[in-house]
């Protein structure tokens, strides 16, 4: 039985033909790339999240494995059912079992669903996840906000969260050359009491990053729409650095029923 649920009555959903329904018929198609759309809303989907050059450049610098090693930890890690909250294009999701993803962004979905044939992808929100209750032994959560009552929810007894958050140190080489006064990033957990904190990780390596490909991760960061363009320009006179990343991987887990 599928563990996707019914956005708007939220009954189970079954595949019927090309399509998911629920028992009271409410109808939603799968797309050609494979994908399904369990978003309410009344908007255009293309319109919400991520834009499609935006999504197609992270992707695009993804693909060059700068993040290879957080990807790596935490590929090590996935057991049993695995759900990626705000998946993104997929870059996480190197798993040979069943896997769900989703993400706000159609987009997003879009190249998740063309690059992880073998995955599960739909669009929806974190804040109303349309999966069953404790369907999941494992979910991603990177860079994203943090809803801990859905969280709780779709986990399973003693299941894990792996929330993901900068280090100290990430993109510091970046931040010197734009900035005039860099600041180091906090590494504060979000707060939560329905899970609990049992570990923190650190992932952190240098990687040698082209001109190019450093200016195009800092239009992917919330730095590029806060920062003066004459500061912004000063990226463009790099040739190649060593870049710092720096990875705080949060290790939630959910309390068995006693």
């Known amino acids: 039985m599928s563990v996707l649920i019914c956005p708007v009555c939220r009954e189970n959903l079954e595949k019927v033909n090309n399509s998911l329904k629920c028992k009271n018929n409410h109808c939603f198609d799968y797309s050609k790339e494979g994908y399904v759309n369990l978003l309410r809303t009344s908007k255009n989907g293309d319109k919400i999240g991520d834009s499609k050059d935006s999504a197609r450049a992270r992707h695009s610098f993804l693909a060059k494995d700068y993040y290879k090693c957080l990807r790596d930890f935490l590929c090590a890690r996935m057991k049993g059912r695995v759900v990626d909250i705000c998946c993104g294009e997929g870059y996480y999701d190197e798993y040979n079992a069943e896997l769900y ?66 280090g100290e140190e990430h993109l510091i080489e970046m931040k010197n050359i734009v900035y005039d006064e860099p600041y180091k990033n906090d590494e504060k957990a979000p707060e939560t009491n329905l899970l609990n904190l049992v570990n923190r990780h650190r992932v952190k390596r240098k990687v040698k990053i082209s001109g190019e490909d450093l200016f195009e991760l800092f239009s992917m960061t919330p730095y590029f729409y806060r920062t003066h363009s004459e500061n912004t320009a000063r990226l463009k006179s790099v040739d190649e650095i060593e870049l710092t990343v720096d990875f705080i991987i949060l290790e939630y887990r959910k309390a068995e029923v006693k």
Do not use: Q, W
Request: net charge negative; proline share 6%; glycine share 4%.
């Open 101 to 166: 993803g989703f993400d706000i962004s159609k987009e997003m979905i879009r190249l998740a669903s063309k690059s992880r044939k073998e995955h599960t992808y739909f669009v929806a929100s974190l804040v109303d996840i349309p999966v069953c209750d404790c369907a999941f032994d494992t979910a991603l959560h990177l860079f994203a906000p943090f809803d801990e009552k859905e969280f709780s929810r779709i986990l399973k007894p003693n299941g894990t969260l792996y929330s993901v958050i900068p």
